[in-house]
């Protein structure tokens, strides 16, 4: 189904705890990608990761962070400094192209702070 | 960076009839428009494309235009079916492998 895997699909966490959110691949894509969903908010770009140990910040980082150790996985982490953390996080891949191309979206992991 | 606009952010249309989803972009060097749809609770996928070398492209009952002077594009879906009910995306491409996303159209189509 896309080759491109999250867990979990649902996620509690306490106010004060750091979260991790997976993402796997086997599509062999290069690229990787973070969107957190708000309703009425579209898709906003949390991190990107083209190259493995190499990552870039998007437009809503603070709160977050990630590793690429492995060109298959790119792990999320939210912390506790991120103010409202609860929503809907997907990850995406895409191959590398300078032109654009189609990047593939997981089933997401929706996050509740409680 | 690039911004995208979208509208409307609501619209239902009668079985059959045509939809008209509109977009606007910031940047002149943004290359390429996908379409993403998303169903409830399910992950958004891509319906179609199109690149700034062209004007128009077809899919069956899904069409993307392309102005590029003007720096908008649309989305047409004809004949619309209730399985069409769904959120849409579109987006640019700007930058270093970046999509800028609008912020989405919720499709109703009453039976």
């Known amino acids: 189904d896309g080759g491109i895997t999250q867990s979990p699909k649902y996620l509690f966490r306490k106010e004060g705890q750091n979260v991790t959110l997976s993402c796997e691949q086997n599509?062999?894509?290069?690229?990787m990608y973070w969107y957190r969903q708000d309703p009425g908010q579209g898709l906003r770009l949390i991190y990107y990761?083209?190259?493995?140990?190499?990552?870039q910040k998007g437009d809503i980082a603070e709160g977050y962070s990630v590793s690429r150790e492995k060109k298959e996985s790119f792990p999320l982490t939210v912390t506790s400094a991120q103010k409202n953390p609860t929503a809907f996080y997907l990850c995406?891949?895409?191959?590398?192209?300078?032109?654009?191309?189609?990047?593939?979206f997981g089933p997401g992991t929706r996050l509740t702070v409680l | 960076g690039e911004n995208v606009e979208q509208h409307p952010s609501t619209l239902s249309v009668q079985e059959g009839d045509s939809a008209v989803i509109k977009c606007t972009y910031s940047?002149?060097?943004?290359?390429?428009f996908p379409w993403y749809k998303q169903e409830l609770g399910k992950r958004p996928q891509l319906i179609i494309d199109?690149?700034?070398?062209?004007g128009e492209k077809k899919d069956q009952r899904i069409a993307v235009t392309l102005n590029k002077t003007a720096k908008h594009f649309s989305l047409h879906i004809t004949e619309t079916q209730p399985e069409d009910s769904a959120v849409y995306f579109c987006?640019?491409?700007?930058?270093?492998?970046?999509?800028?996303f609008g912020t989405g159209t919720r499709l109703t189509v009453i039976p």
């Open positions: 599509l062999n894509h290069d690229a």
């Open positions: 995406a891949s895409s191959i590398l192209r300078l032109a654009g191309d189609e990047q593939f």
């Open positions: 990761s083209q190259i493995v140990n190499d990552f």
């Open positions: 199109i690149r700034s070398n062209v």
């Open positions: 987006a640019a491409f700007w930058g270093a492998n970046n999509l800028f």
């Open positions: 940047d002149s060097a943004s290359n390429y």
